[in-house]
């Protein structure tokens, strides 16, 4: 049905199209002078029909569903749905969907089969409005759109004001995913914290996501203190930084000051495939090849390293950061200009020490932006560390040791059923929650740096 | 003060210099075997990555298959009862046939275990199409199970001691046996990209993940492509230069480095959760990438608009087109190779993106492939994902071939990517 809402949509805005256009062109060939050219007036007219009415469709199918819900439930006595708690609400629901999908599971009672009766005909009779209201809808837009085709109509106007609008639109649309995120992740945080103190979790040096079965269970209540999280975040961040940062810079000094031309287009590409990498493919490698070789090699020398340790998970993203890391150092280096190279030349330093004295200390704050940025990309990396990483929260620096992350928690939690109204769920949006904040204050403060150096040379 | 010194020592200011000089080329000779080094090192990593997929992958290109011809026993099969009857019963009996001395009940069953898993569907299938075949000999070719899979692919070591041996003496036995009737074959496993998942390595394939990434994919472009060149056209083309552009430009880079999980956050609290869209559905994973690849396609369009140079704009504008005539009909035609390859890299990182789709439930156990955008299904990504987290042997090899998969993927659209900008893109 909303296949057929659509080619209604197409075939609406294609006909007002070609009615306009001609309209139009029989003015002109009647002898007067248009002001828009008939192209023109027929784009007004299909700019017209296809904006509200697919606005109108996606409205519909968006709210559809939450209005279809509604009006099935609500004639169900109270005590069997209004009461209940939002898990079974949910159960019940699905029960009452797959009923209508004819999926039909043992001996419903009555009050299932009837709602489910209703679901069908809800649906239906959704599904019919749906056409009914676009057909209406487009029919009127063609026919106003018809109206102003004159002579002395601006529809070049019209329509570019139209068009206006809708990239104006897509622009916005970047900010509204923001605020979505903003919102989301806040809404959801602050449902947590009604939970947990925002002081446990902040301050608390035990995480124990769990939820109690029952009541008196030990240790049932669970513990919320995210320190030893983000210890762990920071223990395989620093790993990561302290294998990309001297490697990638390294990179970059070669390719930037002593590789020819022909090397540096044969080095970029092929480094390149390293960021090009999916971030699941590294994170099947560390636990394939690089955790277990680094145990034998702790085994060899008689130290015992965790399965899971940091080391591996850390390297690896490593790794995969030096092309990045490379790149941002390579565009730094090569803004600083050329003055200062040829100064230094001339004044008998050797290339090495061009670099080392002149080149890389004038090009250090777009480095420092570069690995700021690759830091805030570690914290939010997460194939790797879910692949590699532990899943026990241990309070320690120790990089043989298994750290859990922050990005681990918020998929370990949340993978599974998952409803709204639990604290271990919710942990999962408030872990979201810092993690967001934390990086958008690293990126943005690295952006700085970078525009404002790079506005010093230009 | 330093040449006073210098001097009074004997010793010409070039002769001062030319003692150092060996010890300065010196330390240049180390800097620069630093950075090959670096550069080794990357390279070595990549080289290890690449060659332990292609070594543990390659053997999962090709399956081990067991042809067999099975006797559809009209008293163990009959035609009222399809699509009922005891296939295996059936399938058992044949293999107890090539091996007459087996009679323990257990010992029969252990035989069984030979087939995969899914071969007596397969028979059950193609009697239940074709009801004529009861009574009559079917030759039937199927996969044999992980554990002989791997042993004819030598991954289960025949020199291993038994006890440690997932296979018995016995079974290695009857299976050798049954090579060497010529009944053992290592056919490519078209079944990798023609099956959907399964609990057993044998039968799993990727068909499911294949169509679920091809919707999400859709779904991705469909949104992120016109959305992200409308937001790009406006903010390079139109944009008054004032507070609101800089919030909206400030807030694409910032999108841009947001962590992949916050949209997985963002998908499930919102798409999920408040309009309650299906959860493992392609449709919701690929407006969640949609939103991730927006940025990037729009820092790329705004980098092709602004290399259209601004003699063709002034050109249409001096033969009298309006600022949108010339936008549309010249800066983005003459813009679209670079768009469109950026575009393709953009969709590229979708691909490969796994974390936002695991947290809206694509990773989910689904034995066939999805028919539609909002039917339940996994991805690309989330498929290697539950392979590699599957305790059986066989998806190791399973897992890494579905990378290969993957990569080729990747490989592909980038190199079409590549070529667009060599075939395309001009130099103003």
Request: glycine share 8%; proline share 5%; with cysteine.
């Given at each position: 049905?909303?296949?057929?809402?659509f080619?209604?949509?197409?075939?609406?805005?294609?006909?007002?199209?070609?009615?306009?256009?001609?309209?139009?062109?029989?003015?002109?060939?009647?002898?007067?002078?248009?002001?828009?050219?008939?192209?023109?007036?027929?784009?007004?007219?299909?700019?017209?029909v296809?904006?509200?009415?697919?606005v109108?469709?996606?409205?519909?199918?968006?709210?559809?569903?939450?209005?279809?819900?509604?009006?099935?439930?609500?004639?169900?006595?109270?005590?069997?749905?209004?009461?209940l708690?939002?898990?079974?609400?949910?159960?019940?629901?699905?029960?009452?969907?797959?009923?209508?999908?004819?999926?039909?599971?043992?001996?419903?009672?009555?009050?299932?089969?009837?709602a489910?009766?209703?679901?069908?005909?809800?649906?239906?009779?959704?599904?019919?409005?749906?056409?009914?209201a676009v057909?209406?809808?487009?029919?009127?837009?063609?026919?106003?759109?018809?109206?102003?085709?004159?002579a002395?109509?601006?529809?070049?106007?019209?329509?570019?004001?139209?068009?206006?609008?809708?990239?104006?639109?897509c622009?916005?649309?970047a900010?509204?995913?923001?605020?979505?995120?903003?919102?989301s992740l806040?809404?959801?945080?602050?449902?947590?914290?009604?939970?947990?103190?925002?002081?446990e979790?902040?301050?608390?040096l035990?995480?124990?996501?769990?939820?109690?079965?029952r009541?008196?269970?030990?240790?049932?209540?669970?513990a919320?203190?995210?320190?030893?999280?983000?210890?762990?975040?920071?223990?395989?961040?620093v790993?990561?930084?302290?294998?990309?940062?001297?490697?990638?810079?390294?990179?970059?000094?070669?390719?930037?000051?002593?590789?020819?031309?022909?090397?540096?287009?044969?080095?970029?590409p092929?480094?390149?495939?390293?960021?090009?990498?999916?971030?699941?493919?590294?994170?099947?490698f560390?636990?394939?090849?690089?955790?277990?070789?680094?145990?034998?090699?702790?085994?060899?020398?008689?130290?015992?390293?965790?399965?899971?340790?940091?080391?591996?998970?850390?390297s690896?993203?490593?790794?995969?950061?030096?092309?990045?890391?490379?790149?941002?150092?390579?565009?730094?280096?090569?803004a600083?200009?050329?003055?200062?190279?040829?100064?230094?030349?001339a004044l008998?330093?050797?290339?090495?020490?061009?670099?080392l004295?002149?080149?890389?200390?004038a090009?250090?704050?777009?480095?420092?932006?570069?690995?700021?940025?690759?830091?805030?990309?570690?914290?939010?990396?997460?194939?790797?560390?879910?692949?590699?990483?532990g899943?026990?929260?241990?309070?320690?620096?120790?990089?043989?040791?298994?750290?859990?992350?922050?990005?681990?928690?918020?998929?370990?939690?949340?993978?599974g059923d998952?409803?709204?109204?639990?604290?271990?769920?919710?942990?999962?949006?408030?872990?979201?929650?810092?993690l967001?904040?934390?990086?958008?204050?690293?990126?943005?403060?690295?952006?700085?740096?970078?525009?404002?150096?790079?506005?010093?040379?230009? | 003060?330093?040449?006073?010194?210098n001097?009074?020592?004997?010793?010409?200011?070039?002769?001062?210099?030319?003692?150092?000089?060996?010890?300065?080329?010196?330390?240049?000779?180390?800097?620069?075997?630093?950075?090959?080094?670096?550069?080794?090192?990357?390279?070595?990593?990549?080289?290890?990555?690449?060659?332990?997929l292609?070594?543990?992958?390659?053997?999962?290109?090709?399956?081990?298959?067991?042809?067999?011809?099975?006797?559809?026993?009209?008293?163990?099969?009959?035609?009222?009862?399809l699509p009922?009857?005891?296939?295996?019963?059936?399938?058992?009996?044949?293999?107890?046939?090539?091996?007459?001395?087996?009679?323990s009940?257990?010992?029969?069953?252990?035989?069984?275990?030979?087939?995969?898993?899914?071969?007596?569907?397969?028979?059950?299938?193609?009697?239940?199409?074709?009801?004529?075949?009861?009574?009559?000999?079917?030759?039937?070719?199927?996969?044999?199970?992980?554990?002989?899979?791997?042993?004819?692919?030598?991954?289960?070591?025949?020199?291993?001691?038994?006890?440690?041996?997932?296979?018995?003496?016995?079974?290695?036995?009857?299976?050798?046996?049954?090579?060497?009737?010529?009944?053992?074959?290592?056919?490519?496993?078209?079944?990798?990209?023609?099956?959907?998942?399964?609990?057993?390595?044998?039968?799993?394939?990727?068909?499911?993940?294949?169509?679920?990434?091809?919707?999400?994919?859709?779904t991705?472009?469909?949104?992120?492509?016109?959305?992200?060149i409308?937001?790009?056209?406006?903010l390079?083309?139109?944009?008054?230069?004032?507070?609101?552009?800089?919030?909206?430009?400030?807030?694409?880079?910032?999108?841009?480095?947001?962590?992949?999980v916050?949209?997985?956050?963002?998908?499930?609290?919102?798409?999920?959760?408040?309009?309650?869209?299906?959860?493992?559905?392609?449709?919701?994973?690929?407006?969640?990438?949609?939103?991730?690849?927006?940025?990037?396609?729009?820092?790329?369009?705004?980098?092709?608009?602004?290399?259209?140079?601004?003699?063709?704009?002034?050109?249409?504008?001096g033969?009298?087109?309006?600022?949108?005539?010339?936008?549309?009909?010249?800066?983005v035609?003459?813009?679209?190779?670079?768009?469109?390859?950026?575009?393709?890299?953009?969709?590229?990182?979708?691909?490969?993106?796994?974390?936002?789709?695991l947290?809206?439930?694509?990773?989910?156990?689904?034995?066939?492939?999805?028919?539609?955008?909002f039917?339940?299904?996994?991805?690309?990504?989330?498929?290697?994902?539950?392979?590699?987290?599957?305790?059986?042997?066989?998806?190791?090899?399973?897992?890494?071939?579905?990378?290969?998969?993957?990569?080729?993927?990747l490989?592909?659209?980038?190199?079409?990517?590549?070529?667009?900008?060599?075939?395309?893109?001009r130099?103003?």
């Amino acid at each position: 049905m909303t296949t057929f809402a659509f080619a209604l949509l197409f075939a609406a805005s294609v006909f007002g199209y070609a009615w306009n256009r001609q309209a139009a062109s029989s003015l002109r060939n009647d002898g007067q002078r248009l002001h828009s050219l008939s192209g023109f007036h027929g784009l007004y007219s299909f700019l017209c029909v296809s904006i509200p009415v697919f606005v109108l469709i996606l409205v519909w199918l968006v709210f559809q569903g939450s209005v279809i819900d509604w009006l099935v439930t609500a004639p169900i006595a109270p005590e069997n749905y209004a009461t209940l708690e939002t898990g079974p609400k949910q159960l019940v629901l699905a029960e009452i969907k797959s009923i209508a999908g004819g999926r039909i599971f043992g001996t419903p009672e009555d009050w299932k089969l009837a709602a489910a009766e209703r679901l069908i005909q809800l649906r239906t009779m959704s599904a019919w409005l749906l056409l009914a209201a676009v057909f209406a809808l487009a029919v009127t837009q063609v026919l106003r759109a018809r109206r102003r085709v004159d002579a002395d109509f601006r529809a070049r106007q019209g329509a570019e004001r139209m068009i206006l609008g809708l990239i104006q639109f897509c622009a916005i649309f970047a900010v509204f995913v923001t605020v979505g995120i903003v919102f989301s992740l806040t809404f959801e945080t602050i449902k947590f914290f009604r939970m947990v103190p925002p002081l446990e979790f902040l301050f608390g040096l035990n995480w124990e996501p769990q939820i109690p079965i029952r009541a008196d269970q030990i240790a049932g209540a669970g513990a919320f203190g995210w320190l030893p999280v983000i210890v762990g975040t920071m223990v395989i961040t620093v790993i990561a930084i302290l294998v990309a940062v001297p490697t990638g810079l390294l990179t970059a000094i070669y390719l930037n000051e002593f590789a020819s031309s022909r090397a540096r287009a044969i080095i970029k590409p092929i480094l390149e495939i390293l960021s090009g990498i999916p971030t699941i493919v590294y994170g099947f490698f560390a636990v394939l090849v690089v955790a277990p070789a680094m145990r034998q090699f702790g085994a060899d020398l008689g130290i015992a390293i965790s399965p899971n340790t940091a080391l591996a998970a850390g390297s690896v993203m490593g790794v995969m950061l030096i092309p990045f890391i490379s790149s941002f150092a390579d565009d730094a280096l090569s803004a600083v200009p050329q003055s200062l190279r040829d100064g230094a030349l001339a004044l008998g330093a050797t290339r090495g020490e061009t670099m080392l004295s002149v080149l890389f200390p004038a090009a250090i704050p777009g480095i420092v932006g570069g690995v700021l940025l690759a830091v805030s990309r570690a914290i939010g990396e997460t194939m790797i560390v879910v692949m590699a990483a532990g899943l026990i929260a241990n309070m320690t620096l120790n990089p043989l040791d298994s750290v859990t992350t922050v990005t681990v928690q918020i998929v370990t939690l949340l993978i599974g059923d998952t409803s709204f109204d639990n604290p271990k769920t919710l942990a999962a949006f408030a872990l979201g929650m810092m993690l967001f904040l934390v990086t958008l204050v690293i990126n943005i403060f690295a952006l700085r740096i970078v525009r404002k150096y790079r506005e010093i040379y230009d | 003060m330093t040449d006073m010194t210098n001097r009074s020592a004997g010793k010409s200011n070039a002769e001062h210099i030319s003692a150092g000089l060996a010890r300065r080329h010196r330390k240049e000779s180390i800097l620069k075997g630093f950075g090959i080094a670096a550069i080794s090192f990357a390279f070595l990593i990549l080289g290890i990555l690449l060659m332990t997929l292609v070594s543990t992958g390659y053997k999962a290109f090709t399956q081990t298959h067991l042809t067999i011809d099975v006797y559809v026993d009209p008293d163990v099969i009959t035609r009222d009862a399809l699509p009922r009857g005891a296939f295996d019963d059936l399938l058992e009996n044949t293999l107890v046939e090539e091996f007459p001395d087996v009679d323990s009940s257990q010992d029969r069953r252990a035989l069984l275990r030979i087939f995969s898993n899914g071969a007596q569907f397969t028979l059950r299938d193609r009697v239940v199409e074709n009801p004529d075949l009861i009574g009559q000999t079917v030759s039937l070719n199927v996969p044999v199970a992980d554990n002989f899979d791997q042993l004819n692919k030598d991954l289960i070591s025949r020199d291993t001691p038994e006890e440690f041996r997932r296979l018995s003496d016995q079974e290695i036995a009857w299976f050798d046996a049954l090579d060497e009737a010529g009944m053992i074959s290592n056919p490519i496993n078209f079944g990798l990209l023609t099956n959907a998942d399964s609990r057993f390595p044998e039968l799993a394939g990727l068909k499911g993940a294949l169509v679920g990434s091809f919707w999400a994919l859709l779904t991705c472009f469909l949104i992120s492509f016109p959305v992200g060149i409308g937001a790009a056209i406006y903010l390079e083309e139109f944009a008054p230069k004032n507070k609101i552009s800089d919030i909206i430009e400030v807030n694409i880079n910032n999108l841009a480095a947001v962590p992949s999980v916050v949209f997985g956050l963002l998908a499930l609290a919102v798409f999920i959760g408040w309009f309650g869209m299906p959860r493992s559905a392609p449709f919701v994973g690929g407006l969640t990438l949609a939103l991730m690849t927006m940025p990037t396609i729009i820092i790329a369009t705004r980098a092709a608009l602004k290399s259209v140079p601004p003699s063709i704009r002034e050109a249409a504008m001096g033969l009298g087109a309006s600022r949108q005539q010339v936008v549309f009909q010249h800066v983005v035609p003459l813009a679209m190779p670079g768009i469109l390859t950026g575009t393709i890299i953009g969709l590229a990182q979708a691909l490969g993106e796994t974390a936002p789709l695991l947290l809206i439930g694509m990773n989910a156990f689904i034995t066939s492939a999805p028919s539609g955008p909002f039917d339940s299904a996994t991805a690309l990504p989330t498929q290697i994902f539950i392979w590699a987290d599957s305790p059986e042997r066989g998806f190791v090899s399973r897992t890494s071939a579905a990378i290969l998969v993957l990569l080729a993927f990747l490989a592909f659209m980038n190199g079409i990517a590549i070529y667009l900008r060599q075939k395309f893109q001009r130099k103003w």
